[in-house]
């Protein structure tokens, strides 16, 4: 066994293995993989191994069909070909036209990645599942491309692979410490010796958090007890001629494939049990959970009923085995937050699926520092302090319980809420606020009419769409009030903080104390990572602002990029402090009756920053606007929030203030053409495909990403991002769209809103640069029905900024 490795990996399920066998795609050969067992004696070896296309974002779907084309590469191997059923199909079931437009929306955005799923109405699913009844049933989803694969076999193939390219893999051979040396390797410690290691991998299924206390981290995964059972030869499937395709449920939540002549069933039942929260049997290994078909008998009558042959068909063995789940139902594939060369590949529920791409993601991330495709929906660091063993468990079971249910858009489950308040929080419900959640903190969306008021979700415009439109109004014409809970802010000092942030900032950094500027973070590719408010504040304090979800993800970025002999000191203030945003015409007057500082344009123009008090509150306050009306983000300690707040609220009595939620805000930054952070702002996309090119200084030298961007610049844009105004009423292009010429893609919708004040359907989307023209027409496929569109200049409301400035 080497005494050292560039990388070692820890766990040999299929999340080791894939990342293993990638590592060494990459050219990395200088990696081993430690297994405490035997390959695949986790979870993976009993398995159902279903393999499906199926992703409710692009990276999902891109990441599984690279699994996909792996496995059949693999299955055809001439040497060592391994089972893998492949193309069998599969169908998503669904007995509403709620579901049915889900799935229209999952195949735009599925065309987008050259992936066909097609929507077909009950008769066709029983024509292509000869065995399912069409009762209370209105389509589904056909998956061409889902089949099932032997897990051991895959494993076996790709650790194979792996070895024959240099890496070493270590059975029996548990790892049983972890400890960071001053020059952030790691020493890696098993029964056999210690290893040196200059990056681990946490790749240790339902184990995850035995391992994460060897490093002292905590990591938002949890295990479910999940069952399925194998029948025994079914004479229909035997004589039908044709495989199965693959059967997946939302309507009673369980899954079905055909194994041997037989079915493989699958349970996601209500009275579901959690596994291992107090620890695990070291004996575990290669085991199984008692059955306990008892429990899941709510579903079993579903499937029953969905599949009359099964009623006369004997089980002859049934599984059950722990499963990993995380808050969002997606695993945490990436940097573990706040540890430096450790990654985590973790949380898998779909594993035998989505494990050949995952690994094939983190390869890259590891390798490159940036994978091919944004990865922030399985970025570990999208949940941060709140994450904790309780929550984890309350969002597994209640992601279980919901497995095939996709959330449709704006709906929040009610599980583990409210976990991050503010003081205002009881407040604004008391006012009628209809919240939502960001990374865990309470969100008001909008103020519901009447306290009864339900969301009608799905995806088409709802009975939200008057109440924003009324707040808008509201903002419009007079001034709204609204809470921007959770708000991402690092305080930074120190004397080298300017050297610092024009090395993190690709453009001009405001560099006099009261300015606020805009500033975009690039990666070593010149892609965009992050985007920052840099407000200068006096005595050489500078505030970083960025969005909620990016606490964990900007503060690993700046500490990683800060030289040990650099002066800068860098504190979260996230916590501490809320923003309440001031907003629309008569923002002025609020702020003139709350506080005796001079407000007007001249002595308190747009893009300033001061320290002042809002009653008796202390207050930071930046005029700067989100809504393209006046406005002004006051940024309040909480525990003067509320002091704050009311100051404000009385004030506005006299100038019509109402109050406004996060929904109209979206409304409106649409029509300005403010981005939004991983809608708009992405990984995969450079400053000058975004539409920031005013953002960029390349005079200025030495900004991370500078070099990689010449190059990129030099190359032109491979897509640009547009504004699209869409000849439909009925319903906003969600993000993952298709955008369409002539029946071909030609690009992909990022986000969409009815505009209230322009009366326009808009849309951000990346085109082929070509079509980047004002004026162009194209289609977009918005729920099935391909919606005309123009190109029209970004920013369609005050393009000339004069209400901002007011
Ligand atoms: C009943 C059931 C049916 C399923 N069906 C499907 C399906 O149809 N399709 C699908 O895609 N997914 C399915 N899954 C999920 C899938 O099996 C998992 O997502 C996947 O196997 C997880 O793989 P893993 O490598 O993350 O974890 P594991 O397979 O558990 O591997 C982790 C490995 O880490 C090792 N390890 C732990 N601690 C240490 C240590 N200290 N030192 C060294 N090694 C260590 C373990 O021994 C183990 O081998 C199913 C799961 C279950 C339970």
Known sequence: MRKSARVVVIGGGIAGCSTLYHLTQEDWSDVMLLERNELTSGTTWHSAAQVTNFGMNQTMVGLKTHSINLYRELSEDPDYPINYHHADGGIRLANTEKQMDGYRHFTSMARGMDVHFEVIDAEECARRHPLISTDNLVGGLWDPLDGDIDPAQLCQALARRARKAGAEVHRNTPVTG???????????????????????????????????????VHHPVMSMEHQYFLTEEIPAIRDAGHRMPLLRCPISDYYCRQEKNGLLVGFYEQDCKTWGMDGIDPNFVNALCPDDLDRVTDVLEGAFARMP???????????????????????????IPGKRNAFCIIGLRAGLGEGGGHGWLLAQQIVHGEA??????????????????ELTALKAIEDYQNEFRFHFPHEHRPAGRPAKTTPLTPVLAAEGAAFGTVNGWERMEFIKPDPDFHEDYGYHFNNVFDVVASEVATVQDRVGLTEVSGFNRFELTGADVDVFLDRIICGRVPRKAGRVGLGYLLNHQGMLKSEATIARLPDGRVWYGSAAAAEYHDMDWLQAHLRSDEDVQIRSLTNEHTI???AGPRARDVMSAVSRADWSATAFPWLHVRECFIGIAPAVVMSVSFSGELAYEIHVPNNQLYAAWLALRRAGADHGMGLFGSRAVDSMRLEKGYLHWKAEILTEFDPFETGLGRFVDMAKTGFIGQDALHTRQADGPRKQLVTLH???????????????????????????????????????????PGLAVAGQRLEVDVVGVLVGCTVTAPGPYDPQNSRVRG
């Open 178 to 216: 972890l400890r960071q040396l001053p020059d952030d390797s790691w020493v890696v410690s098993t029964d056999k010796g210690d290893i040196h290691a200059g990056i681990v991998v946490n790749a240790c299924g339902y184990r995850v958090n035995e391992v994460g206390a060897m490093m002292g």
């Open 309 to 335: 042959a099964l009623m006369e068909t004997g089980i002859h063995t049934v599984v059950n085995g722990p499963i990993t789940y995380t808050i969002d139902g997606a695993p945490l594939v990436g940097p």
């Open 372 to 389: 091919c495709y944004d990865t922030w929906v399985t970025d570990p660091r999208r949940f941060t302090g709140h994450a904790n063993v």
């Open 580 to 582: 309440l945003v001031l």
């Open 726 to 768: 869409l000849e439909s009423d009925d319903a906003p292009a969600q993000g993952g769209a298709s955008v369409m010429q002539h029946g071909k893609v030609v690009g992909t919708v990022t986000s969409g809103d009815f505009g209230h004040r322009t009366g326009m359907n808009l849309a951000m989307a990346f085109v082929e």
